[in-house]
């Protein structure tokens, strides 16, 4: 174990331990540079998690709360004032008002101090679910098989190294918890998946509390969610059996509910081979200085699309296809529907208020050998980058897909022309209707323009067919953009547009995510969007996506086992068996 259970801290030390760390926070936390003092920074509440024998996590709450307010923020001019055209947020040098956005968390120069004292955290959150026995089958654990078939490698290899920065947030779909059948609880259902196959241990206490008053009532309240008590009292009792603080468990009353756990890193101070490409090279494990890996585990009500409110959704998992693809395009609802959460759904979960950074994990990514920078939010933080992507290449995406992103993106823009054009009660008069005529992407730096994309100086994502992307199984993004009011606006649009827009092409995630800093950032491709050359999938020194042979196993092998559970001895014993017809000599 990487670090010792010992002996259990009398309550109160750990109570001013905390009020230590948040006092620290603060003092290092300047406020951000482009706005006025946000009380989301000073007075809002933070995340503490309790472990028995280890001090406790302490994750404040570092959104800077303008993602709570996207109706009034998420727009390209000010709402507040009687002038038309109204003011917009931005104008270049030229005198064009420019499209931009409103960071969300301080600014990432402004953190570069902190994230050296591993204060910045960063979320992996995966949505598992979708499951399809005819494309992208995982076998009859469906796609919580997938993720314990590459589990191993993600704990060993990336998660214990980068424990004190990352956190792992694991969304369940609910359709697939009602179609099983061993129990009605969502609480052993996530103690299965957890505790009996991936090894995790619930903590003894998660909750938000305030900033300031560690032993009174916080009430958290979120335009989504009724307000909830959470107490933190002076005393202690059993709750699951464990030492815990009166009035608290693991459950975290955040979104759909949260199910806290911690994983124990590996053993500390080994040595082990690794062979990479051909090369064959041993080295130094230390996973001493490392803490517990936290996993926020939920099952979560997946939302349908407005046009499927009324179907059966069973029966669109069988048989739906896009309207504008061949009926014989290799895809499914259940993928349509789980990728293209990302794009605007993840955007919104409370939970991300505790981070700075976010990260993109696809369940058939392996990792094969220790990741070489386990503080990730320090190099993006440093290099001021909006996203990192762990392809060599930007990808050309499938023009039958990408069709429909071009109309989408000039309708949002043409939207917002005419809504800064107009005052509230004339909008709410006359129908906007959308012409495509007047401008193409062609022609968009011409000065006659109204509102250019903010990142259009540098043309990479605005080529005509609009499919340039970039692979989305790996990737890190500042929460700061992705979270700010007009990125998420401009999602909700995305999300909504057509009303079936992006199902009628199957979009996914990977069509979305380089969409708001073409759109909303400064142009600076080459620092905006990192690429992570060390780190690349194509070259397998560490991230393989889709690992042969272990990709080959998952569908016809049991790596997950919902009654009796699975250990990594198990797991590797049944890949050996399925992996040995697979292999060519």
Request: hydrophobic residues 35%.
């Amino acid at each position: 174990m990487s670090w010792s259970r010992y002996k259990v801290l009398a309550l109160v030390a750990v109570i001013l331990f905390t009020e230590v760390v948040a006092a620290a926070f603060r003092a290092g936390a300047p406020h951000h540079h482009n706005g006025p003092h946000h009380p989301a920074i000073a007075n809002n509440n933070l995340l503490e998690v309790i472990i028995t024998g280890l001090p406790p996590r302490i994750l404040p709450n570092v959104s800077l709360g303008l993602n709570h307010h996207v109706d009034e923020q998420g727009r390209q001019c000010r709402l507040d004032s009687n002038v038309t055209p109204k003011p917009v947020k931005k104008r270049g040098d030229d005198g064009v008002p420019r499209m931009t956005f409103t960071p969300n968390r301080r600014s990432q120069e402004q953190t570069v101090q902190d994230s050296l004292q591993q204060r910045l955290k960063m979320a992996v959150v995966l949505a598992v679910g979708g499951h399809s026995d005819s494309h992208y089958n995982y076998g009859p654990g469906g796609s919580v098989n997938g993720l314990m078939s590459v589990w191993d490698s993600w704990l060993e290899y990336f998660f214990s190294p980068s424990s004190n920065t990352s956190s792992l947030i694991l969304l369940f779909d609910e359709r697939d918890f009602r179609r099983q059948n061993l129990t009605d609880s969502k609480t052993e259902y996530l103690d299965s998946i957890l505790i009996k196959n991936m090894g995790a241990e619930l903590v003894d206490c998660a909750h938000v509390r305030s900033r300031h008053h560690g032993t009174k009532p916080h009430h958290a309240t979120h335009p989504n969610n009724p307000a909830v008590m959470l107490t933190h009292a002076a005393s202690s009792s059993s709750v699951n059996g464990t030492s815990s603080v009166l009035g608290c468990s693991p459950n975290l009353p955040l979104d759909s509910g949260y199910r806290v756990y911690f994983v124990d890193v590996p053993a500390s101070n080994y040595t082990k081979t690794y062979t990479l490409k051909g090369e064959t090279e041993v080295r130094n494990v230390d996973y001493s200085a490392q803490r517990p890996l936290l996993i926020f585990a939920t099952v979560h009500p997946f939302p349908k699309p407005t046009w499927a409110e009324k179907e059966d959704e069973d029966e669109l998992f069988k048989s739906w296809k896009p309207f504008r693809l061949n009926r014989r395009y290799p895809t499914n609802y259940g993928y349509t529907k789980m990728t293209n959460w990302y794009a605007y759904y993840m955007l919104r979960l409370q939970l991300l208020d505790y981070f700075d950074y976010a990260a993109k994990l696809d369940n058939d990514v392996s990792f094969v050998a220790p990741f070489p920078m386990p503080n990730m939010p320090l190099q993006m933080a440093k290099g001021q980058h909006y996203m990192m992507m762990t392809t060599k290449d930007f990808y050309t995406d499938d023009p039958r897909i990408s069709q429909g992103v071009n109309p989408c993106l000039q309708s949002f823009v043409h939207e917002e022309i005419k809504f800064c054009q107009l005052s509230k009660n004339d909008q709410e008069a006359h129908a906007v209707q959308i012409d495509y005529n007047p401008w193409t992407w062609a022609n968009l730096n011409e000065k006659n323009h109204l509102l250019r994309p903010g990142g259009s100086n540098d043309t990479t994502f605005f080529e005509k067919s609009m499919n340039l992307t970039f692979r989305a199984h790996f990737l890190v993004y500042w929460l700061g953009m992705y979270t700010a009011p007009e990125t998420i606006y401009m999602a909700k649009y995305w999300n909504d547009w057509h009303p079936r827009g992006m199902w009628d092409f199957r979009w996914g995630d990977q069509q979305w995510w380089p969409r708001p800093i073409a759109m909303l950032g400064q142009g600076n491709l080459a620092n905006e969007i990192w690429h992570a050359t060390e780190l690349e999938s194509d070259n397998e020194r560490y991230v393989v996506h889709k690992l042969w042979p272990r990709q080959g196993t998952v569908a016809k092998t049991q790596y997950y086992d919902p009654k009796e559970g699975t250990t990594k001895a198990e797991r590797d014993a049944r890949y050996a068996i399925a992996a040995k017809p697979l292999v060519y000599r």
